[in-house]
């Protein structure tokens, strides 16, 4: 086994806020609906009417919840009663019972939360009484096995923390820095503290992706150069300077040996030519170089506000974190670093799950 199979195998052992449809999933506890083996006819007829009320009530619990089941949400529902009470034309059904609510692990079974919720529906119709009583259970009515399981969550999250940092050094050791960032950013930003840790981290990683995407820029370009030249060299050796000239207008500058190379095609081809065709194509030249060179004075002055805008974040951070009192934390904390950062580096890891589904497994990651 090789070492990137060794590294994502090891993932496979904690979970990873990952596979999420939008930045908003993003570094929030994910809490799906699945329904178990075992559950009553009344629970399999409001299927859908449970998964619509179990996913709003996990999102106004502060959790995400699409198709991810790793952490999910079990419900069951138990009718204890169903009484008869005689009404004008129609009888009035009185269903009362239970919804047992159970919050777990899928892959170690672990159970964060379990409760149980008395509801109590009228209908004319026993089906719609149930339905009714259901329907009729609010969010403060259920808040209480949510809040037990994200605690515990945040818990089993943070006795991993140093297992999910090691493992973003890891990606971007090897080079994959959106894998690195997907990681970080899977950490709750419930855990205020460490949440911050890991977008700082991820910024750092960030600057790494845009080195990289540069260097391979580079490289990109010097192998384009390669071609012009070798092209330019092909054209002048059957006498073809105009057609040299041509290919050679496409040429960006380059390194010092690419750079020699280009001015001697130039020359040659410029020799052969007549004085008026090689003012055209001077003119030509100069007027594609000015471009070239206002858009590389443009890049590096691009680069240079890049790397001082980090630089000042960095310096900014670190001085509120000197005179920012431990309860005024979590009330700046999205402050300290710029939310277009954040939804960048949430965009990366949302961009990396979605082109990479063979090596995401809901929330754990594979190789």
Known sequence: MNKKHCILSFLLSFPCLMFSQTIDDMSKIVIGVDFQDGISEETVKLKQQLEDKLVHFATQAGCSSFDNKAFFISP????????????GMKNVYIA?????????????????SSRSYPFNGTATKRELAVK??????KFENVSSVFSEAKSKILNFYQSRINM?????????ADGDYDGAIACLMMIPEDLTDLHEQALMKAQDIFAMRDESIRQQ???EQKSYNDSILTAANSYLA????????????????GDSQQDALYRSYVSRAESIVSAEEREVKRKEERAYQDERRREDRAYREFSRQAAHNRDMDRQNM????????????????????DQQKVNALKQVACDYIRNNPNRVDYIRVKF
């Open 164 to 172: 999910i940092f090691t493992r973003a050094n890891t990606f971007a």
């Open 96 to 112: 009362k019972g239970e919804l047992y609510l159970t919050i777990q692990d899928r892959n170690t079974g672990t159970v964060f």
């Open 132 to 137: 009714n009583g259901i329907l009729g259970i």
């Open 76 to 87: 069951n529902i138990v009718v204890n009663t169903v009484d008869v009470a005689e009404g």
């Open 238 to 253: 059957m006498h073809q300077p105009d057609a040299a000239l041509g290919v050679l207008s496409a040429y960006a500058p």
């Open 318 to 337: 670190a001085l509120r974190r000197q005179v920012v009192s431990a309860s005024e934390r979590v009330a700046h904390h999205r402050l300290r670093v």
């Open 217 to 219: 820029m580079i490289a």
